[in-house]
């Protein structure tokens, strides 16, 4: 996953306590409800109410030129290699690219802090002494594309239409809200159920706001290619279905001068290309189609800047900070599947891949292993556990394995030869033992069929890197084999869950939440279009993701996020791949950008601008 255009730092998940202090800097009412600028998980606003801009952006940076990229994450039913609507909230079709640069949100975030937000379309924020009710006082002077105002039925509907009827990435993050009442034009109250966890106003605040009168007498539901109305800084301005869409920057946009959003949305023209194939995508960038380039690929980083554009030093590459959360990137196992059910399997098949050899063959040694649901944070099981973190696994001993007690489970260092002939003898020890058998060179399962994987992917990228991993497999006896389908066939069988395995990277937080329940939990495991990869159906872990959402303070979240990654750790759900902590970017040579990177992302291309002088030195 990468840094997108859309700078709304809304939060897609984390969800909470209604006994907290979650609002800072307010005052009180008359009526005890508490008015303020903004919201946290914790209480905590580093910025004041009378905040100018936010410290990474350059407050006078131009608007003006074209940013070309491609999608480098998406969210509800958007698709890395095509789109065919543009409504990315519903259930049907392959959302396009940069939709959500069209919709403004309640609020809006802070790059330099982990969970707050500040007003957008609400200019503040009253909460109720139970924190069951958050008035969103909205700013008159919000506007849709078309000039009507923003209203405080827009908000209703909007909350409405995600919680009944949007992808369940959205969906069900909205569970806890009770109701939402439009109490005034400029006052829409949200209530929340009793038992509410600790950010379900977060998540609500993060909501894209929908213009309710748009939307009467058209279908949700349905794929569409009519451009939704939206708030937001940007509006549709072509598109050829599956191949490109391109946004231009609303001249009359309403909160242009917010400090929320002073330095940014800087490029006049923003437009999206689509390629399934990374080497393909490099060539279009090589050519100039594409000028902001992030690059996942090691070996065409480590050999593929040997082009005349690169060396006459019109192309620039360069490493940068990412301050974001690692995400948990790995090859997911289908436990609803009867081969992947029992995890010494899952934890035998994990030892067949040779990360070191792949690292260093492969990747150009350039990649560091994954091993934790929170790599790299304060929320990463490491050692035995703390006394904190006993305090909850006692509570929950003999429902948990043993193993939980000691050390989490990190995979064991190899060779580095590609076949580690340890390690796939110990593979092939917990094999049997888990009641397979071998019948010559075929390994079967305890019911005596043959033990089959289908790696399933819409690109061939991950082919180098999982070959090896493949071999491996077929030496333990397991037919082994890739399945490389159209986006659309792909999609289709992630949704419906039919694959053996499946590659996927997830997001990080800072603080993890109820967007727990939608990778983890087990009312995801059945429901269609989850991401819920894995079939993950365990009351423990539900129990454990229950903690979490409603730990009071940071400190007994990340304890119980420590627990739970050691309870996943333990049952072997993935084989985990690798992660950087560096963004490696490229572009043509006509951007300048703030001094400072956010401290908890890149920076690139949110918060960069196009420079006239460069663009016509290298000849754009």
């Known amino acids: 996953m990468g840094s997108?255009?859309?700078?709304?730092?809304?939060?897609?998940?984390?969800?909470?306590?209604?006994?907290?202090?979650?609002?800072?800097?307010?005052?009180?009412?008359?009526?005890?409800?508490?008015?303020?600028?903004?919201?946290?998980?914790?209480?905590?606003?580093?910025?004041?109410p009378d905040f100018k801009r936010l410290a990474y952006v350059n407050p006078d940076a131009p608007k003006g030129g074209l940013l070309s990229l491609q999608i480098t994450a998406t969210s509800g039913n958007q698709n890395f290699d095509t789109f065919d609507t543009l409504n990315i909230f519903s259930k049907r079709g392959d959302g396009a690219a940069g939709m959500s640069a069209t919709f403004d949100t309640l609020m809006s975030g802070n790059g330099d802090e982990p969970d707050s937000l500040y007003g957008l379309i609400a200019r503040a924020v009253s909460v109720s002494p139970d924190k069951l009710g958050y008035r969103f006082l909205l700013r008159p002077e919000a506007r849709f594309a078309d000039g009507s105002k923003?209203?405080?039925?827009?908000?209703?509907?909007?909350?409405?239409?995600?919680?009944?009827?949007?992808?369940?990435?959205?969906?069900?993050?909205?569970?806890?809200?009770?109701?939402?009442?439009?109490?005034?034009?400029?006052?829409?109250?949200?209530?929340?159920?009793?038992?509410?966890?600790?950010?379900?106003?977060?998540?609500?605040?993060?909501?894209?706001?929908?213009?309710?009168?748009?939307?009467?007498?058209?279908?949700?539901?349905?794929?569409?290619?009519?451009?939704?109305?939206?708030?937001?800084?940007?509006?549709?301005?072509?598109?050829?279905?599956?191949?490109?869409?391109?946004?231009?920057?609303?001249?009359?946009?309403?909160?242009?001068?917010?400090?929320?959003?002073?330095?940014?949305?800087?490029?006049?023209?923003?437009?999206?290309?689509?390629?399934?194939?990374?080497?393909?995508?490099?060539?279009?960038?090589?050519a100039g189609a594409i000028n902001f380039h992030q690059e996942y690929t090691a070996r065409i980083w480590a050999t593929g800047y040997d082009f005349p554009a690169f060396n006459d030093g019109r192309v620039k590459k360069e490493t940068l900070h990412n301050g974001a959360p690692t995400g948990s990137q790995g090859w997911y196992f289908n436990t609803r599947r009867e081969q992947f059910k029992d995890p010494r399997v899952r934890e035998a098949l994990g030892l067949a891949f040779d990360f070191e050899w792949t690292n260093k063959n492969v990747m150009f040694s350039s990649y560091k292993r994954v091993i934790s649901y929170f790599q790299n944070s304060a929320m990463e099981a490491v050692g035995p556990p703390s006394p904190d973190e006993l305090k909850i696994l006692e509570s929950l001993r003999g429902t948990i394995p043993a193993s939980v007690f000691g050390d989490p489970y990190v995979p064991p260092v190899s060779d580095g030869s590609g076949s580690d002939r340890a390690l796939l003898k110990r593979a092939n020890e917990m094999l049997l033992s888990a009641g397979c058998a071998r019948e010559g060179g075929v390994l079967k399962l305890p019911g005596g069929k043959p033990f089959t994987i289908e790696f399933l992917d819409s690109s061939d990228a991950l082919q180098p890197h999982t070959q090896s991993f493949q071999q491996n497999l077929?030496?333990?006896?397991?037919?082994?084999?890739?399945?490389?389908?159209?986006?659309?066939?792909?999609?289709?069988?992630?949704?419906?869950?039919?694959?053996?395995?499946?590659?996927?990277?997830?997001?990080?937080?800072?603080?993890?939440?109820?967007?727990?329940?939608?990778?983890?939990?087990?009312?995801?495991?059945?429901?269609?279009?989850?991401?819920?990869?894995?079939?993950?159906?365990?009351?423990?872990?539900?129990?454990?993701?229950?903690?979490?959402?409603?730990?009071?303070?940071?400190?007994?979240?990340?304890?119980?996020?420590?627990?739970?990654?050691?309870?996943?750790?333990?049952?072997?759900?993935?084989?985990?791949?690798?992660?950087?902590?560096?963004?490696?970017?490229?572009?043509?040579?006509?951007?300048?950008?703030?001094?400072?990177?956010?401290?908890?992302?890149?920076?690139?291309?949110?918060?960069?601008?196009?420079?006239?002088?460069?663009?016509?030195?290298?000849?754009?």
């Open 4 to 48: 997108t255009i859309t700078r709304r730092g809304a939060l897609t998940g984390s969800a909470a306590l209604a006994a907290l202090a979650v609002v800072g800097g307010g005052r009180a009412r008359a009526d005890d409800w508490v008015e303020t600028h903004g919201l946290s998980s914790f209480g905590d606003l580093a910025l004041p």
């Open 150 to 286: 923003v209203t405080a039925a827009d908000v209703k509907f909007s909350l409405d239409v995600l919680k009944e009827k949007a992808h369940p990435t959205y969906s069900q993050l909205l569970v806890e809200v009770d109701g939402v009442d439009a109490e005034a034009d400029d006052v829409a109250l949200v209530r929340f159920v009793k038992e509410r966890s600790r950010d379900a106003h977060l998540v609500v605040a993060g909501m894209p706001i929908f213009s309710a009168a748009w939307w009467k007498g058209r279908d949700f539901d349905a794929a569409t290619l009519e451009a939704p109305l939206g708030s937001g800084a940007y509006r549709v301005k072509t598109f050829e279905q599956g191949r490109f869409i391109e946004y231009e920057l609303s001249d009359d946009y309403w909160a242009k001068d917010l400090p929320i959003n002073v330095g940014q949305n800087n490029f006049r023209r923003l437009r999206f290309e689509y390629y399934r194939e990374r080497q393909v995508a490099f060539e279009a960038f090589k």
């Open 474 to 620: 077929r030496k333990l006896g397991i037919d082994a084999q890739s399945r490389i389908v159209d986006a659309a066939q792909y999609k289709s069988r992630t949704e419906n869950f039919d694959f053996d395995v499946v590659t996927a990277a997830f997001g990080g937080s800072v603080t993890p939440g109820s967007e727990l329940q939608v990778f983890l939990g087990s009312k995801a495991a059945t429901m269609e279009g989850s991401r819920n990869l894995s079939g993950i159906a365990d009351p423990l872990v539900d129990a454990l993701i229950e903690w979490i959402i409603r730990a009071p303070t940071r400190d007994t979240l990340n304890v119980a996020c420590r627990v739970l990654d050691r309870v996943l750790r333990a049952a072997h759900y993935w084989v985990p791949m690798w992660y950087s902590d560096a963004a490696r970017v490229a572009y043509w040579d006509a951007f300048s950008r703030p001094a400072t990177q956010p401290k908890l992302g890149v920076g690139a291309p949110d918060t960069w601008w196009w420079d006239e002088d460069k663009a016509k030195k290298i000849g754009l």
